[in-house]
């Protein structure tokens, strides 16, 4: 929010320096991120210029003897050009005859002496300025030049040349009570802030919201513009009347009426304000509902009455708050013909929609130039559905900035009286004696408790129930102290400050503020800290992490949004299946992103598209929930998984390796393997499995003790077919996280290195084709006992040699014991044990 300094210093008294005013808002939770200086001095650039610079202060300073106010006596013809005239001028000092081209001068030229001096913004010679015909914001100095024959040493300015706005088609023209002669920087030299109001703030959207966090910091008084209806004004009644049809969407609404109005510009100290507060000035009516609403921070609106009693079939109108009907629309301000939501709340008549409540006016009723009755509107909506109307519409106002966030009913009142004084002050016309206000729910300013004990508790300092008061007053508090108790009335024009033990924490923050956090010493805790323990799920993955982090994968983490379209490519060999039904969200941002994921491998694939042409090798894992929809409950199951996906080359080519061989199924297996000794999971079993998403005959389950951990394999040709990688094969699993978890052992043993040698020899085993190789090592381990400590498989063998089905399977085993060198006896011993049960269990023969 832009807020200029001269505007601030209407409501309080301001004297610190601008720097001080800056940090002091940001300190109380206002930050304020830019200042633009429009005039004044920059205070980075004084002798005593403060050594911290944490806000960036930027513009232009006006020199104060050099840029001044003026006066133009007289416009005459340019003797050799019909686009520039020349200015008969009083800068204070004397007369002088200064050339311009602006064209707002035209009207006057050659008319005479002007019966009222036009009041302008002089620079004199050697006076920097914006250019005025550059792009963006280029300095320049005045210099003497002739133009068409006629010297030019000096000019009348517009606000681009000053840096007040963009605007350069005319020169200012300034109100008539600007004294001639003085510095222009004292007349009008400005700053703006630029504020960033956080929604929990929304009440200081407005000049006097943060003129009362600045008299609440420095304890000074606020003065807030009071605004009365005559008393001997006309009445409003039968001239229009109010339907709420839902009370909760729109809880106020309020009618307020002026006759008669000329349609005029404002006056330039009231246009100069809009636009440094970043709003297009238009004319003096829709000029005074934007200043009340910056002003005040309730968004007004003005109809054409004419307008609503034509349409009303020149009965007088009635309005009507409403949801929108299907099919309706509604022709907006900014020219757009809308079709609106069943949830949009509108303004309307009898005759259809007049305008988006809380967001924008209709087209057809705004103010014109023919316009000569207002009927003004200040209202109050539910936040939450402005919000979504605003998202909806893909609209951004000041009022729906305002209005989403919320804003008390008390303000719309006290807005539309004040706003109809500014119209009368600015475009003339007569204000009505009352309103018309249609109030069906009240909103409630709840009174919270606080105790000086709750207050140290907290905050860690001592503050006395009479300073607590002291301090709460300050921001319009009605407070009284009953002993160590400090009641608190919320003012009415808040809605941040709850009930209970809620709002008390909300007093205890509004007094941290006003108290100023800088005062709050460091203090130890009040109270013990309860016992640490261990939180296993959030051990166990950050232990998972590590362990595939030490395998050279990579962590990825993706949104939890997706689109069903994206995760229905891993499905592709299911095309008739059943759509799975998703957690849909009601306002999703894009298309991508529209329903809560089923899969985690489905999101680890689309990282693995996107980078699968800037690498020869990509391993990735995530560790994220899915979101599973459960019949009959609107919450889901969020079950965490794992995914893992691979591709590309085993290992990097480098100057010494020339291996370009690729991932396959059992690098994958590999990496499992590692994780889950890691994990210390045991009684793991690799089991064949069929799965839609990865190649027949290329897939595996992974189960400890008959329960099933994860899937993984090669992805199926048809799916790998729906994404676009350039590799031939990629490999993927996904896991469940809780399974792994409970299998994995949170207490295990530790064995010491051993200190006696080991015998290592080689067994070939023939078997039937059809006996897995995990039914040989089971009964490998079972003859083998304590005392074979290493198994691996180098070498699977089919021929002739051995007969039709029958494969050879060779193991690599290793004997050990722990306590003493085995002899050839006891090694013997064994291998003939590890036979014998080989035979026994999967009918395997020695090979010879």
Request: net charge negative; charged share 25%; proline share 7%.
């Given at each position: 929010?832009?807020?200029?300094?001269?505007?601030?210093?209407?409501?309080?008294?301001?004297?610190?320096?601008?720097?001080?005013?800056?940090?002091?808002?940001?300190?109380?939770?206002?930050?304020?991120?830019?200042?633009?200086?429009?005039?004044?001095?920059?205070?980075?650039?004084?002798?005593?210029?403060?050594?911290?610079?944490?806000?960036?202060?930027?513009?232009?300073?006006?020199?104060?003897?050099?840029?001044?106010?003026?006066?133009?006596?007289?416009?005459?013809?340019?003797?050799?050009?019909?686009?520039?005239?020349?200015?008969?001028?009083?800068?204070?000092?004397?007369?002088?005859?200064?050339?311009?081209?602006?064209?707002?001068?035209?009207?006057?030229?050659?008319?005479?002496?002007?019966?009222?001096?036009?009041?302008?913004?002089y620079a004199r010679e050697g006076a920097?300025?914006?250019?005025?015909?550059?792009?963006?914001?280029?300095?320049?100095?005045?210099?003497?030049?002739?133009?068409?024959?006629?010297?030019?040493?000096?000019?009348?300015?517009?606000?681009?040349?000053?840096?007040?706005?963009?605007?350069?088609?005319?020169?200012?023209?300034?109100?008539?009570?600007?004294?001639?002669?003085?510095?222009?920087?004292?007349?009008?030299?400005?700053?703006?802030?630029?504020?960033?109001?956080?929604?929990?703030?929304?009440?200081?959207?407005?000049?006097?919201?943060?003129?009362?966090?600045?008299?609440?910091?420095?304890?000074?008084?606020?003065?807030?513009?009071?605004?009365?209806?005559?008393?001997?004004?006309?009445?409003?009644?039968?001239?229009?009347?109010?339907?709420?049809?839902?009370?909760?969407?729109?809880?106020?609404?309020?009618?307020?009426?002026?006759?008669?109005?000329?349609?005029?510009?404002?006056?330039?100290?009231?246009?100069?304000?809009?636009?440094?507060?970043?709003?297009?000035?238009?004319?003096?009516?829709?000029?005074?509902?934007?200043?009340?609403?910056?002003?005040?921070?309730?968004?007004?609106?003005?109809?054409?009455?004419?307008?609503?009693?034509?349409?009303?079939?020149?009965?007088?109108?009635?309005?009507?708050?409403?949801?929108?009907?299907?099919?309706?629309?509604?022709?907006?301000?900014?020219?757009?013909?809308?079709?609106?939501?069943?949830?949009?709340?509108?303004?309307?008549?009898?005759?259809?929609?007049?305008?988006?409540?809380?967001?924008?006016?209709?087209?057809?009723?705004?103010?014109?130039?023919?316009?000569?009755?207002?009927?003004?509107?200040?209202?109050?909506?539910?936040?939450?559905n402005t919000r979504r109307t605003t998202f909806?519409?893909?609209?951004?106002?000041?009022?729906?900035?305002?209005?989403?966030?919320?804003?008390?009913?008390?303000?719309?009142?006290?807005?539309?009286?004040?706003?109809?004084?500014?119209?009368?002050?600015?475009?003339?016309?007569?204000?009505?004696?009352?309103?018309?206000?249609?109030?069906?729910?009240?909103?409630?300013?709840?009174?919270?408790?606080?105790?000086?004990?709750?207050?140290?508790?907290?905050?860690?300092?001592?503050?006395?129930?009479?300073?607590?008061?002291?301090?709460?007053?300050?921001?319009?508090?009605?407070?009284?102290?009953?002993?160590?108790?400090?009641?608190?009335?919320?003012?009415?024009?808040?809605?941040?400050?709850?009930?209970?033990?809620?709002?008390?924490?909300?007093?205890?923050?509004?007094?941290?503020?006003?108290?100023?956090?800088?005062?709050?010493?460091?203090?130890?805790?009040?109270?013990?800290?309860?016992?640490?323990?261990?939180?296993?799920?959030?051990?166990?993955?950050?232990?998972?992490?590590?362990?595939?982090?030490?395998?050279?994968?990579?962590?990825?983490?993706?949104?939890?949004?997706?689109?069903?379209?994206?995760?229905?490519?891993?499905?592709?060999?299911?095309?008739?299946?059943?759509?799975?039904?998703?957690?849909?969200?009601?306002?999703?941002?894009?298309?991508?992103?529209?329903?809560?994921?089923?899969?985690?491998?489905?999101?680890?694939?689309?990282?693995?598209?996107?980078?699968?042409?800037?690498?020869?090798?990509?391993?990735?894992?995530?560790?994220?929930?899915?979101?599973?929809?459960?019949?009959?409950?609107?919450?889901?199951?969020?079950?965490?998984?794992?995914?893992?996906?691979?591709?590309?080359?085993?290992?990097?080519?480098?100057?010494?390796?020339?291996?370009?061989?690729?991932?396959?199924?059992?690098?994958?297996?590999?990496?499992?393997?590692?994780?889950?000794?890691?994990?210390?999971?045991?009684?793991?079993?690799?089991?064949?499995?069929?799965?839609?998403?990865?190649?027949?005959?290329?897939?595996?389950?992974?189960?400890?003790?008959?329960?099933?951990?994860?899937?993984?394999?090669?992805?199926?040709?048809?799916?790998?077919?729906?994404?676009?990688?350039?590799?031939?094969?990629?490999?993927?699993?996904?896991?469940?996280?809780?399974?792994?978890?409970?299998?994995?052992?949170?207490?295990?043993?530790?064995?010491?290195?051993?200190?006696?040698?080991?015998?290592?020899?080689?067994?070939?085993?023939?078997?039937?084709?059809?006996?897995?190789?995990?039914?040989?090592?089971?009964?490998?381990?079972?003859?083998?006992?304590?005392?074979?400590?290493?198994?691996?498989?180098?070498?699977?063998?089919?021929?002739?040699?051995?007969?039709?089905?029958?494969?050879?399977?060779?193991?690599?085993?290793?004997?050990?014991?722990?306590?003493?060198?085995?002899?050839?006896?006891?090694?013997?011993?064994?291998?003939?044990?590890?036979?014998?049960?080989?035979?026994?269990?999967?009918?395997?023969?020695?090979?010879?």
């Open positions: 929010m832009k807020v200029p300094l001269s505007w601030l210093k209407d409501y309080v008294d301001i004297d610190l320096s601008l720097v001080e005013v800056a940090e002091v808002l940001t300190m109380a939770g206002l930050e304020v991120e830019d200042i633009l200086l429009v005039g004044l001095p920059n205070p980075y650039e004084q002798p005593d210029a403060p050594q911290r610079r944490e806000v960036s202060i930027h513009g232009l300073s006006w020199d104060p003897e050099k840029i001044v106010v003026a006066q133009i006596d007289e416009v005459m013809p340019h003797p050799n050009a019909d686009r520039l005239v020349l200015c008969r001028l009083n800068d204070g000092s004397g007369e002088l005859v200064v050339l311009t081209g602006a064209p707002n001068l035209f009207e006057y030229k050659g008319t005479g002496p002007l019966p009222q001096p036009i009041k302008v913004a920097q300025l914006y250019d005025g015909h550059q792009p963006g914001w280029v300095l320049t100095t005045l210099k003497r030049t002739k133009i068409r024959g006629v010297d030019s040493f000096s000019m009348v300015c517009s606000e681009k040349e000053l840096g007040i706005s963009e605007e350069h088609e005319g020169i200012i023209v300034l109100d008539e009570d600007a004294p001639t002669g003085i510095p222009l920087v004292d007349y009008m030299g400005d700053a703006v802030l630029e504020v960033n109001i956080l929604p929990n703030m929304i009440r200081n959207a407005s000049m006097v919201g943060v003129a009362r966090e600045v008299a609440a910091l420095t304890n000074k008084q606020l003065r807030k513009p009071h605004a009365l209806l005559p008393a001997q004004g006309p009445s409003i009644a039968g001239k229009a009347g109010i339907e709420i049809t839902d009370p909760r969407l729109n809880p106020r609404f309020v009618l307020g009426m002026l006759e008669g109005v000329e349609q005029r510009p404002s006056p330039y100290r009231v246009q100069l304000r809009l636009r440094l507060a970043g709003m297009r000035p238009i004319n003096a009516v829709v000029d005074a509902t934007n200043y009340v609403m910056l002003e005040l921070g309730q968004p007004l609106h003005a109809f054409d009455y004419d307008v609503l009693v034509k349409r009303a079939g020149g009965k007088s109108p009635t309005i009507i708050t409403r949801a929108a009907h299907p099919g309706e629309t509604l022709t907006t301000l900014d020219g757009v013909e809308r079709k609106l939501d069943n949830f949009t709340v509108l303004v309307c008549d009898t005759a259809g929609p007049l305008s988006l409540a809380g967001v924008m006016g209709g087209l057809e009723s705004e103010i014109s130039a023919t316009t000569r009755n207002i009927l003004l509107e200040g209202a109050t909506w539910n936040y939450v909806s519409q893909r609209l951004v106002s000041e009022a729906g900035f305002r209005f989403s966030r919320g804003v008390h009913p008390a303000l719309s009142a006290e807005g539309v009286t004040l706003c109809l004084q500014r119209m009368a002050e600015w475009s003339g016309g007569v204000v009505y004696s009352n309103l018309v206000d249609n109030y069906p729910l009240p909103a409630e300013d709840p009174e919270v408790s606080i105790t000086t004990a709750e207050v140290k508790r907290l905050l860690g300092v001592e503050i006395s129930a009479k300073d607590i008061a002291a301090l709460l007053s300050r921001l319009e508090f009605a407070c009284r102290v009953d002993g160590d108790t400090v009641h608190a009335q919320t003012p009415p024009h808040r809605l941040d400050i709850g009930t209970g033990v809620v709002g008390s924490a909300d007093l205890v923050e509004e007094i941290a503020r006003i108290y100023g956090y800088d005062k709050i010493t460091s203090t130890y805790l009040a109270e013990e800290l309860p016992d640490a323990r261990d939180n296993r799920p959030v051990l166990f993955e950050r232990r998972v992490r590590e362990a595939l982090a030490r395998s050279g994968l990579q962590e990825v983490i993706n949104y939890r949004l997706t689109s069903p379209e994206r995760e229905a490519r891993l499905e592709a060999t299911l095309s008739d299946r059943p759509q799975p039904t998703y957690i849909a969200l009601k306002n999703p941002l894009t298309p991508e992103r529209q329903v809560m994921r089923r899969s985690l491998v489905a999101s680890v694939l689309d990282n693995l598209e996107k980078n699968s042409r800037l690498r020869d090798r990509l391993a990735f894992f995530e560790i994220g929930p899915v979101f599973l929809p459960v019949e009959g409950s609107a919450l889901p199951e969020e079950p965490q998984r794992l995914a893992i996906v691979m591709t590309g080359l085993r290992t990097i080519p480098a100057w010494d390796s020339a291996d370009e061989k690729r991932l396959d199924f059992f690098d994958l297996k590999g990496v499992i393997e590692g994780l889950l000794q890691s994990m210390h999971i045991k009684n793991v079993e690799y089991l064949p499995a069929a799965h839609p998403a990865f190649h027949p005959g290329k897939t595996a389950q992974v189960a400890v003790n008959g329960k099933v951990l994860g899937v993984f394999g090669e992805l199926h040709p048809q799916v790998q077919a729906q994404y676009d990688f350039l590799t031939p094969a990629v490999l993927a699993a996904e896991f469940d996280m809780a399974a792994m978890a409970t299998e994995s052992a949170s207490r295990y043993d530790i064995e010491p290195v051993p200190v006696f040698p080991a015998v290592l020899e080689d067994l070939a085993l023939i078997v039937d084709e059809s006996v897995p190789a995990l039914e040989v090592e089971k009964a490998i381990r079972q003859g083998g006992g304590k005392l074979l400590v290493g198994l691996r498989l180098f070498d699977i063998f089919r021929g002739e040699q051995i007969g039709p089905g029958k494969k050879s399977l060779a193991y690599a085993v290793t004997y050990q014991a722990p306590d003493h060198t085995l002899s050839p006896e006891e090694a013997g011993q064994i291998r003939q044990r590890i036979i014998r049960r080989v035979g026994q269990a999967v009918g395997a023969e020695l090979r010879k």
